[in-house]
């Protein structure tokens, strides 16, 4: 590819497929999408904002001008019938709308190895839709639920070589970085073609998993960058890196 040609195609700024956020609670829904939006816009990708009262076929085709999926957090839990478990006291409703359009975005994504990257109730979609189990309530000393008014809830462990590490810490050896979590649930049992790459040393909580599948870009994190990527490294990186995975695929699929 000559240099005009490169230009041209890291001038195109690939459209990111995400959904609504809950359908029953639309006021935290939209109060909190602008930031998955604006960190998107920062990292040079263009949001696609998929409506989750739309019917399956408006959110297929909306999907097909998509180069990648981001699952966002939620005010719901998903359904634990999903992985066949009875509903804790403390878990939340659910949402099948929002369930609908992750499990259409995910099967269009896996289908086409388009890139994957998926934030707290985005974790635990990825993590059920590939057959895992979630802890539906985490019972720890540590603050897994700082809420969006704190910077750091506490320190995850991360995974040598792993995309994480490489991509978001900027170190293939791994170590601690710090994070804002705010989640009651996490990945329990761990889905196919997945794997941990981030815990939390102090209590083994689970923080981050990733694609095993070489050439296939998935990446799921339990705390939320798009709340410090203006501020934060690794926030910025790990919408950076996503975004980057996403030109590489449009432009591999032109």
């Known amino acids: ?11 195109i700024k690939p459209r990111i497929a995400l959904p609504e956020l809950c359908s029953y609670d639309l006021e935290y829904s939209n109060r909190a999408l602008p930031a998955y939006l604006r960190a998107v816009e920062a990292a040079g990708g263009e949001p696609v904002v998929i409506p989750l009262a739309n019917a399956p076929e408006e959110i297929a085709k909306a999907i097909t001008s998509c180069s990648a999926v981001l699952l966002p957090g939620s005010k719901a839990d998903v359904d634990p019938q999903k992985y066949n478990s009875l509903r804790h006291p403390q878990t939340n409703a659910s949402d099948q709308l929002r369930d609908a359009a992750d499990e259409l975005l995910l099967q269009d994504a896996y289908n086409l ?6 934030i707290c109730y985005g974790l635990q979609s990825l993590n059920v839709w590939r057959s895992g189990t979630l802890v539906q309530h985490i019972h720890s000393q540590v603050n897994h639920s700082a809420g969006a008014k704190i910077e750091v809830a506490h320190n995850v462990l991360v995974e040598p070589d792993s995309l994480l590490a490489r991509e978001a810490a900027g170190d293939p050896d791994g170590g601690s970085i710090p994070v804002n979590s705010s989640h009651h649930q996490s990945a329990g049992t761990i889905g196919d073609g997945l794997r941990v790459v981030a815990r939390c040393p102090d209590d083994d909580v689970i923080e981050a998993i990733e694609g095993t599948q070489p050439g296939h870009y998935v990446l799921a994190v339990q705390w ?5 990527f203006e501020r934060d490294a690794v926030s910025a990186n790990l ?6 995975a996403a030109l590489e695929w449009s432009a591999a699929h032109k």
């Open 1 to 11: 590819m000559n240099s005009d040609a490169k230009h041209a195609v890291e001038s």
């Open 239 to 244: 919408f950076q890196s996503f975004v980057r």
């Open 224 to 228: 939320h960058p798009e709340r410090g």
């Open 113 to 118: 190895h388009k890139p994957v990257f998926g």
